[in-house]
């Protein structure tokens, strides 16, 4: 073998391995970013189906029984939460979830912590919390992972109008 026939055969060693290593780096990227889509959608899922178990709450603990005109009468602001004797499953009412938490675990991921916010928010602006009881509350869940980036955040208005 000559001494070019030996740089070409070097050189085609060396584009080898090259393209061998960025498609091994190629490969172990959509592994990570096909993880991390598993990881959101299951925390997206696991939000939804949170705010879809408070949707079949009355919206107060005043209304279960019977209608309400006045928001006065609604639970006071710095009483949202579960009332005495309360405890998750056995909630009545959307408030009951303001402040609740759970750790859930998945086949492919633990350790989702999901948590539980409401708040009375303006009529005409629902982006802003109310200081007093409105017939709107806005209900906040947040999931998060120690495989998530960021956290995964959703809010829905409830209204007794």
């Known amino acids: 073998?000559?001494?070019?026939?030996?740089?070409?055969?070097?050189?085609?060693?060396?584009?080898?391995?090259?393209?061998?290593?960025?498609?091994?780096?190629?490969?172990?990227?959509?592994?990570?970013?096909?993880?991390?889509?598993?990881?959101?959608?299951?925390?997206?899922?696991?939000?939804?189906?949170?705010?879809?178990?408070?949707?079949?709450?009355?919206f107060d603990q005043a209304t279960i029984q019977f209608p309400i005109t006045n928001a006065s009468g609604l639970t006071p602001v710095n009483n949202l939460g579960p009332d005495a004797g309360e405890v998750y499953p056995n909630f009545n009412d959307i408030d009951d979830y303001n402040g609740y938490s759970k750790i859930i675990s998945a086949p492919h991921a633990e350790d989702y912590h999901i948590k539980c916010m409401?708040?009375?928010?303006?009529?005409?602006?629902p982006n802003i919390v109310s200081s007093t009881q409105t017939f709107y509350k806005r209900v906040t869940v947040k999931v998060t992972s120690p495989f998530l980036?960021?956290?995964?955040?959703?809010?829905?208005?409830?209204?007794l109008k």
Do not use: H, P, W
């Open 118 to 125: 409401v708040v009375y928010v303006q009529e005409s602006n």
């Open 149 to 159: 980036r960021d956290k995964v955040e959703v809010s829905f208005i409830f209204t």
């Open 1 to 58: 073998m000559s001494n070019i026939q030996s740089i070409l055969a070097l050189g085609g060693i060396l584009l080898l391995a090259s393209i061998s290593l960025r498609f091994n780096t190629t490969l172990m990227e959509t592994s990570s970013v096909e993880v991390e889509n598993k990881v959101f959608l299951t925390a997206f899922s696991l939000a939804d189906d949170m705010i879809e178990e408070i949707k079949q709450k009355s």
